[in-house]
């Protein structure tokens, strides 16, 4: 990061900028808590397309973030404290900084179980009962997108689909046991 810094301040901190603004998009685990929130009656929610995603906004938005950012710190600092005591392994020490990363991130893309999975499978490798949770997670990514995407005609309208907060919760919450 110093170096960086030494060659392009302003390119250095852009990264910071660009997700301090970005709402939260739908499938994350954020978007998951907000829906929850929203149907106890608390908070009001809109959705944009905008950073080429389809997002939240809420009044309690802000809150969830903040929330979010003490997650990550706590659970990375946790994690490498765990790693530093020598009670995990580097590969599990690995997963869990990739698996809380997931989680208390803005965003959730499909994609990122792409980067889970092999650590996982390395990781769990005796762990046959792992097999069963994250083939579900798996299916239910599959099942969000694209299927209950497709459901819908405009994208804007993918919220309103009565499947889509209760199956992406689903799935945040099993990735989050």
């Known amino acids: ?15 910071f900028n660009y997700f301090g603004y970005r709402p939260i998009q739908v499938e994350s685990l954020s978007a998951s808590i907000l829906w929850l929130v929203h149907k106890l009656g608390l908070g009001s ?3 944009a397309y905008t950073f080429g995603s ?10 969830v973030s903040l929330l ?3 997650l990550v710190v706590a659970g990375l600092l946790y994690t490498y404290w765990l790693l530093w005591r020598a009670k995990i392994d580097l590969a599990t020490a690995s997963l869990l900084t990739l698996l809380i990363i997931m989680l208390t991130s803005k965003v959730f893309s499909p994609q990122y179980l792409i980067w889970v999975i092999p650590l996982l499978a390395y990781t769990g490798e005796t762990r046959l009962w792992w097999l069963f949770p994250w083939s579900l997670i798996c299916l239910l990514t599959t099942w969000i997108y694209p299927y209950i995407y497709l459901m819908t005609p405009d994208i804007l309208a993918v919220p309103t689909n009565h499947l889509f907060f209760p199956v992406t919760t689903l799935r945040n919450l099993l990735i989050l046991g």
Request: proline residues 3%; aromatic residues 4%.
């Open 1 to 15: 990061i110093a170096i960086s810094l030494l060659l392009s301040v302003e390119g250095t901190l852009a990264p």
């Open 54 to 63: 389809l997002n939240m906004l809420g009044s309690l938005s802000s809150a």
């Open 68 to 70: 979010a950012e003490a």
């Open 45 to 47: 929610l809109s959705f």
